[in-house]
């Protein structure tokens, strides 16, 4: 097989597993490491296209790998970096995202999704959403986002700084754009149509 080399550095057998029979399937060649220690020798010694790692891990984490890459490794810090995570709050994500990481796929994993972003990285830009689909606003958007990870729109207030009911306004606004009646359909169809990543 002749696809970009993709490096999956997951400390859970089943799920690396999983992502290694996916990712074959679509195409790319993968291999994989078990924690992050092992993912920066493989770094090192397979220079892959492009690389998947789950934030939490044993030892050193995702976001440990990350900083370490960004703090004496100039030649692997520019692979792209995608998290593959369960940790779904803002905090992290934007730490993650300050230190230098491409994307974010939510655990469990959307497999097609994921496939989209990797080819997206890949390529050099980012998941764009469908031909045809509605433009929503920035604030729509991270609403929805909050609803697809399951937080109740108090819970979402607090993550973005904001009042209940501007969370509200929001995802009403979002609904009517997107021609559904509920907050779950509005998230659903968002996330199908690549406007939102859950």
Known sequence: MSGPLLLVVEDDPGTAELLVEALGEAGFRVETAP?????????????????????????????????????????????????????????????????????????????????????????????????????????ELEALTWVARGKSSADAATLMGVAERTVNFHVENAMRKLGVASRVQAALVAARVGLVKP
Not at 114 to 123: D, F, G, I, P, T
């Open 35 to 139: 924690d992050g220690r092992a993912g920066l020798a493989a770094m090192r010694d397979l220079r892959p296209d492009l690389v998947l790692c789950d934030i939490s891990m044993p030892g050193l984490s995702g976001l440990d790998l990350l900083a370490e890459l960004a703090g004496g490794h100039p030649a692997l810090d520019a692979i792209p970096f995608v998290f593959l995570t369960a940790l779904a709050d803002r905090g992290t994500e934007l730490r993650a995202r300050r230190m230098g990481a491409d994307d974010f796929v939510a655990k469990p994993v959307d497999l097609d999704l994921l496939v989209e972003v990797v080819r997206a990285r890949l390529s050099g830009g980012t998941v764009r959403a469908a031909r045809g689909a509605p433009e929503l606003t920035a604030r």
